[in-house]
């Protein structure tokens, strides 16, 4: 059993240390990233969605070379359990979700997916255990074409400096930076 080029075990090694602890949401997401390249063309240069930002966007860059940081990987919250890796040119890719009709056989994962069970009463090693023997057959694949506007590159623009906080921020923001305006999350 592998996710990707890792062990079962050395993957939880990583996800326990990047997460802070064996998350669930982040061991299925690395079946799902490690099924779904399996299914792009080999040497394609692709990008990410990702459609929840709980774990999932985790597994993603852990796993493939797209990150938040360097704009190949956008979050499109959309709440479900879900990403699709798509050729950059030409917005082919492939969507691979979590297909509740492959967990009847799992009830611990339905559980957890569904929130079932608070998570102080879900039963962790069974989770896991199930999570490890189901592996990618609880994914499902579909083609998709991304959207043009979700193909765009993001670019910061001209950088001004802030008349307030004398920090850099983007011109495009307006005649101060954001915080300043009064969206700083700091009191």
């Known amino acids: 059993m592998k996710i990707c080029n890792y062990t079962f075990e050395k993957f939880m090694d990583i996800v326990k240390f990047f997460h802070g602890y064996e998350a669930p949401g982040m061991i299925v997401g690395g079946f799902m990233v490690d099924y779904v390249l399996k299914n792009i063309p080999e040497g394609e240069l692709f990008d990410a969605i990702c459609e929840t930002s709980s774990c999932l966007p985790d597994a ?13 990987l956008r979050i499109v919250n959309l709440g479900r359990y879900a990403l699709t890796l798509y050729d950059k040119d030409n917005g ?13 056989d799992y009830s611990e994962i339905k559980s957890w997916y569904l929130k079932l069970k608070k998570k102080k009463e879900q039963d962790s090693n069974l989770l896991l255990e199930q999570i490890r023997e189901a592996g990618s057959t ?3 694949l579909e083609p998709v074409i991304v959207q043009s506007q979700y193909m765009e590159k ?32 700091y009191l």
């Open 60 to 72: 993603i860059q852990l796993l493939t070379p797209c990150t938040i940081g360097n704009g190949w």
């Open 92 to 104: 082919n890719g492939i969507r691979g979700f979590l297909d509740l009709s492959r967990m009847d």
């Open 138 to 140: 609880l994914c499902s």
């Open 154 to 185: 993001r670019k910061k623009g001209m950088i001004a400096i802030c008349p307030m906080c004398k920090e850099a921020y983007p011109f495009k923001d307006g005649d101060k930076c954001r915080a300043c305006m009064g969206e700083s999350p």
